[in-house]
T-cell receptor, first 115, second 112 residues
């Protein structure tokens, strides 16, 4: 039990579909993150939220749309994705953004495959 | 964030200690040293972090060089479950975005 739960664990979708990834944390944390992990590439930070406000968007294409309705939930809405978007999408949370001494807690990710 | 250098892979025998090195020669005075690991088919898992002094927790120990330009993650008794990719990451305590920058890490294999 990691405290960060991601659903679904696996998702296969066509390029014209619309789907959403969900992340939920039960740790009482105020910051949440979306990362992308492609095969043979390091983890890439996509979005950062603090107290439900987006504070970082690392030049992510608009076909990825995050939503943070409250500090416990984070969504990643997907539409018209490309084959190169196939990857493991990871959600993480930390107590706050400030301070390098705060660990991040990760979920086990959603394995996304684009047909 | 400053960069870190780790060996690509290491091997260990079960129930023996493992020392995973990390070089961070350009570390700044405000950088924390974090270690994460990622088991197959799972998300990264926080292991330990420190600033200047050596640190111990239930998972591992972190030995930090006096000049802070290198550190070593110590697993006291490796188990098969410790086989994973281990990442050494620097994070500025003054930073406001908590941006973990993962490199390639060290792939640890544990032999029975």
């Amino acid at each position: 039990e990691t405290g960060v739960t991601q659903t679904p664990r696996h998702l296969v979708m066509g390029m014209t579909n619309k789907k959403s990834l969900k992340c939920e944390q039960h740790l009482g944390h105020n910051a949440m993150y979306w990362y992308k992990q492609s095969a043979k590439k390091p983890l890439e930070l996509m979005f950062v939220y603090s107290l439900e406000e987006r504070v970082e968007n690392n030049s992510v294409p608009s076909r990825f749309s995050p939503e943070c309705p409250n500090s416990s939930h984070l969504f990643l809405h997907l539409h018209t994705l490309q084959p190169e978007d196939s990857a493991l999408y990871l959600c993480a949370s930390s107590q706050d953004l400030m301070g390098g001494g705060q660990p991040q807690h990760f979920g086990d990710g959603t394995r996304l495959s684009i047909l | 964030d400053a960069k870190t250098t780790q060996p690509n892979s290491m091997e260990s025998n079960e129930e023996e200690p493992v020392h995973l090195p990390c070089n961070h020669s350009t570390i700044s005075g405000t950088d924390y040293i974090h270690w994460y690991r990622q088991l197959p088919s799972q998300g990264p898992e926080y292991v330990i972090h420190g600033l200047t002094s050596n640190v111990n927790n239930r998972m591992a120990s972190l030995a930090i060089a006096e000049d802070r330009k290198s550190s070593t993650l110590i697993l006291h008794r490796a188990t098969l479950r410790d086989a994973a990719v281990y990442y050494c990451i620097l994070l500025d305590y003054g930073g406001s975005q908590g941006n973990l920058i993962f490199g390639k890490g060290t792939k640890l294999s544990v032999k029975p």
